[in-house]
Antibody, heavy 121, light 107 residues
Framework: QVQLVQSGAEVKKPGASVKVSCQAS????????ISWVRQAPGQGLEWMGW????????NYAQKFQDRVTMTTETSTSTAYMELRSLTSDDAAVYFC??????????????WGQGTLVTVSS | DIQMTQSPSSLSASVGDRVTITCRAS??????LNWYQQKPGKAPKLLIY???SLQSGVPSRFSGSGSGTDFTLTISSLQPEDFATYFC??????????FGPGTKVDI
């Protein structure tokens, strides 16, 4: 079955970087985009950006443009999201999600299980 | 960015009730609207895409409708496993995806 498995929880100090991985299985990795979405404790969902595993094209949300890098490794069907210059506001669960495009529309399905990132001195 | 709002922010209902959740976009998004269900400690799960298309494997008690700026998610007969938070998401602007703030359904 289609599955996204993310790396484990991380604890980082303010100013550090975090890199979260998302390994896909059960489908052709290069045929679908991967988006990253985060959720602060008790809060809603915030889209961070998208990457195409087919050609490496990216589209970052303006809020994260200067601090995020999304990459993929097609040999292992793995997507990565690196966020730099962490502050306490970046403490959240980070999800990857497969993005399906059909015609002019798109949706996220399935999602990874989430990776908790804690930022603490 | 397109802003998404949802109402109510939370509701309490009983098993068997018909539940309706509303999502509104700050501008017309045609039918580029998706709905997700999220249970505590879990990842969101796609329920409805393109405003009214039921995702494979999702029970038929879930339905979606609407176009333009106003959308609804309806659960025709609430079940105990439907306790969750529901989010709408606009897919009109793929370069700037936004979600609604969520509606928490308590049984």
């Amino acid at each position: 079955q289609v599955q996204l498995v993310q790396s484990g929880a991380e604890v980082k100090k303010p100013g550090a970087s975090v890199k979260v991985s998302c390994q896909a299985s059960g489908y052709t990795f290069t045929s679908y985009g991967i988006s990253w979405v985060r959720q602060a404790p008790g809060q809603g969902l915030e889209w961070m950006g998208w990457i195409s595993p087919y050609n490496g094209n990216t589209n970052y949300a303006q809020k994260f443009q200067d601090r995020v890098t999304m990459t993929t490794e097609t040999s292992t069907s793995t997507a990565y999201m690196e966020l730099r210059s962490l502050t306490s506001d970046d403490a959240a669960v980070y999800f990857c999600a497969r993005e399906a495009f059909v015609g002019a529309t798109n949706w996220f399905d399935p999602w990874g299980q989430g990776t908790l990132v804690t930022v603490s001195s | 960015d397109i802003q998404m709002t949802q109402s109510p922010s939370s509701l309490s209902a009983s098993v068997g009730d018909r539940v309706t959740i509303t999502c509104r976009a700050s501008q017309s998004i045609s039918t580029f609207l998706n709905w997700y269900q999220q249970k505590p400690g879990k990842a969101p799960k796609l329920l409805i895409y393109s405003a009214s298309s039921l995702q494979s494997g999702v029970p038929s008690r879930f339905s979606g409708s609407g176009s333009g700026t106003d959308f609804t998610l309806t659960i025709s007969s609430l079940q105990p496993e439907d306790f969750a938070t529901y989010f709408c998401q606009q897919a009109y602007s793929s370069s700037s995806v936004t979600f609604g703030p969520g509606t928490k359904v308590d049984i």
